[in-house]
């Protein structure tokens, strides 16, 4: 999914959660949430600043799905914090990553390997028009889903919503 997709959808869903239980949320704990909820694409930019370094030419990376930003198994130490010390920081945290994971399962080429290195299977739901495309290729077929317009509209209200409730 898009960068944008990654920030909208969990912060909606931090926000339906915050109106069901009446709580608010302060500003610290969206900026985490949002933060963790990017955090496995990290991998882009650390592969942007390899390439740049090396071929002064960027090329999307192909199947960055695999790579161990994308293995829930990485993220086991933010579980076992959030578990041991109950902290809403760390539990967010953790919240938010497997957020963007199952996100990546839905609509994203391969998906992602949930149980890797105990198993390399590929889990992905809905990914028929995208399955097998990499870079330019998947982002020109993801362009086309109806699951795109959706993000737009998402990303607009999130906008909309954050400026509204935290800086005016």
Not at 7 to 32: R, S, T
Not at 74 to 96: C, K, R, W
Not at 126 to 140: I, Q
Request: aromatic share 20%; glycine share 4%; proline share 5%.
């Amino acid at each position: 999914m898009h960068l944008m997709s990654h920030l909208a959808y969990p912060y909606i869903l931090l926000n339906l959660f915050a109106g069901i239980v009446g709580g608010n949320i302060p500003i610290e704990y969206v900026i985490v949430f949002v933060f963790f909820s990017v955090l496995p694409d990290f991998d882009y930019l650390l592969d942007l600043i390899r390439q740049k370094t090396k071929r002064k030419k960027y090329e999307v990376p192909g199947h960055h799905h695999s790579w161990p930003s994308h293995w829930p198994i990485v993220y086991s130490p933010l579980i076992l914090v959030a578990a041991i010390t109950q902290d809403a920081f760390f539990i967010l945290a953790a919240i938010a990553v497997f957020i963007h994971l199952a996100m990546d399962m839905f609509f994203c080429n391969e998906g992602v390997m949930f149980f890797y290195p105990f198993s390399k299977k590929w889990y992905n739901f809905f990914a028929e028009n995208t399955k097998g495309k990499e870079g330019l290729d998947w982002n020109k077929a993801y362009n086309k889903l109806v699951i795109h317009k959706f993000d737009w509209i998402a990303t607009i209200f999130v906008l909309i919503h954050f400026f509204v409730i935290y800086i005016f």
